[in-house]
């Protein structure tokens, strides 16, 4: 179940100590994520539309209904993406400059909700690790979640993430054993990611939801940091179901399905999981 308001929790889940607009960006995301109702997260791959394409699709999502923004930086290989998402990077590398084109659509979507970066340890490796955080930092995100983080790798990336003012958000699989539990959410900030299903991005399966229950729970004891869940929240109705084991659901499939040039289908598919989540909530306080 979701944490209690800020007033009764556990303050070590507090933002990292920033300075200007990356203060406020951090601020604003973990008032959003500790605060009820459950936060509705839009997921989009940057570089896939030109920039005035992406900045219209941006502004109507938010419109629509999305909180807080994941936008992809596409890699070659993301290991935890289904084939809709692995095409839409594919046409993202395919036009080039990803790098800056996604940084645009990072600015944009910053300057609508908080916005974090989703990406690979891969692509972290290609950009550079300090050049990546800074150009994110810059353009204003409040943080980089790298799906794949080495644990090796882990340390460094920390670092050079807070020091560029990011918070370090981390991916925990479903499989990650009670011993490994405390290493896995170490050093992670902003949030703490559980995947709904076991299966990659696009999973339209059924969901175990006492399993992901339990497993945020599992969570909730090894850290204070608020947890999101996505992957395999293929529909309105999961969503509704999944709000009130977490603090923000992200859906990224369904998104991604309808995203094209004419921002009103993916706009519609956001007003929807919006609605569900607003039901969801009347329905718990008339119960």
């Excluded at 569900?276 to 909530?281: D, F, N, P, Q, V």
Aim: hydrophobic letters at 45%.
């Amino acid at each position: 179940m979701r944490r209690p308001p800020p007033e009764t929790a556990d303050h070590r889940s507090h933002p990292l100590h920033l300075e200007g607009h990356t203060l406020a960006t951090a601020t604003h995301l973990h008032t959003l994520l500790t605060q009820p109702p459950c936060a509705l997260g839009v997921f989009i791959p940057g570089g896939v539309h030109e920039p005035d394409i992406q900045r219209r699709q941006l502004d109507h999502l938010a419109q629509a209904g999305a909180d807080l923004f994941e936008i992809g930086l596409p890699c070659a290989n993301p290991v935890l993406d289904g084939r809709l998402i692995r095409s839409a990077y594919q046409r993202a590398l395919a036009k080039g400059s990803v790098l800056d084109r996604t940084a645009r659509a990072v600015a944009h979507a910053a300057s609508l909700r908080p916005t974090v970066v989703m990406t690979y340890w891969d692509a972290v490796r290609r950009h550079g690790p300090e050049r990546l955080a800074r150009l994110m930092a810059d353009a204003g995100a409040a943080g980089i979640m790298v799906v794949d983080l080495p644990r090796e790798e882990a340390l460094r990336w920390h670092r050079t993430a807070h020091h560029a003012g990011l918070s370090t958000p981390h991916l925990v699989p479903r499989t990650t054993a009670d011993t490994d539990l405390r290493a896995a959410v170490e050093g992670a900030s902003g949030w703490l990611y559980a995947p709904a299903s076991g299966g990659v991005t696009g999973f339209q399966g059924p969901l175990d939801l006492a399993a992901l229950e339990a497993f945020t729970e599992r969570l909730r004891a090894a850290s204070a940091l608020p947890v999101v869940s996505g992957v395999g929240i293929s529909s309105p109705d999961l969503a509704a179901r999944v709000a009130p084991l977490v603090d923000a659901v992200v859906i990224g499939t369904p998104i991604v399905r309808a995203l094209r040039p004419d921002p009103g289908p993916a706009a519609a598919v956001t007003a929807a999981f919006a609605q569900a989540l607003k039901s969801r909530i009347g329905t718990a306080h008339g119960a």
